[in-house]
């Protein structure tokens, strides 16, 4: 057993995710973390024993293992699109605000003669400089959105670069997937464990 656990890297610093309670008599083969969760191998079943769920499959039903590796191509859609969200704030925030700026001064004249003449809340003008006011407040914060739209854009890129592992065990019409980030050989190493203990086909 302790080979088995070094073979696929078990143990590990920080809190200890939950374990599976094995039936009387039912031996454990192989583990694997996975994050929040443990993958166990036993001499009967494989079982994922996470912190609200726990789920198994018998090995005498178990029809398919599949592993692969898949880059999240999705995520790097998602990552070059707050990207060019935030080059669009950059781009906008400047001349967005000049414009604001100069509309609001040239405003300043009718404002002026409106509260001269006592007009009631400052008038028209008065009340559209208290518009373009705040919408230069708004703009004022376009770059720091931009910044944060660009660590947000370059996670999601990273993610989908870094891929993920993920081992699929098909038993019937059920299934467990097992996922990673990363190209992972332990989490491979761990289902090769599972394709050899399954018992062999009748003949």
């Known amino acids: 057993m302790q080979g088995l656990r070094e073979a696929i890297g078990l143990g590990g610093a920080g809190r200890a995710p939950p374990y599976p309670v094995l039936a009387a008599g039912e031996t454990a083969l192989a583990e694997h973390p996975l994050g929040g969760a443990t993958a166990v191998l036993t001499d009967r079943r494989l079982v994922v024993a996470g912190r609200s769920h726990e789920e198994s499959l018998p090995l005498a039903q ?3 293992v599949r592993v692969r590796f898949e880059r999240l191509a999705r995520a790097v859609g998602l990552g070059i699109a707050l990207l060019a969200a935030a080059a ?3 781009a906008t925030a400047g001349p967005l605000r000049t414009l604001l700026h100069d509309q609001s001064v040239a405003l300043e004249p009718a404002a002026n003669e409106e509260r001269a003449g006592g007009a009631h809340g ?18 004022r914060y376009f770059p720091l959105v931009g910044w944060l739209l660009v660590a947000a854009g370059a996670a999601q890129i ?3 670069v870094v891929g993920r ?18 190209d992972r050989a332990l989490l491979r190493a ?7 203990q399954l018992p062999a086909p009748r003949r």
């Open 62 to 64: 178990v029809s398919c």
């Open 88 to 90: 669009v704030l950059f």
């Open 122 to 139: 400052g008038g028209i003008a008065a009340g559209m400089q208290r518009i373009l006011g705040a919408l230069a407040a708004i703009v």
């Open 158 to 160: 990273a993610l989908g």
């Open 165 to 182: 592992t993920v081992v699929t065990v098909t038993a019937g019409g059920a299934e467990i997937e097992l996922e990673q980030r990363g």
């Open 190 to 196: 761990f289902a090769a464990e599972i394709g050899r």
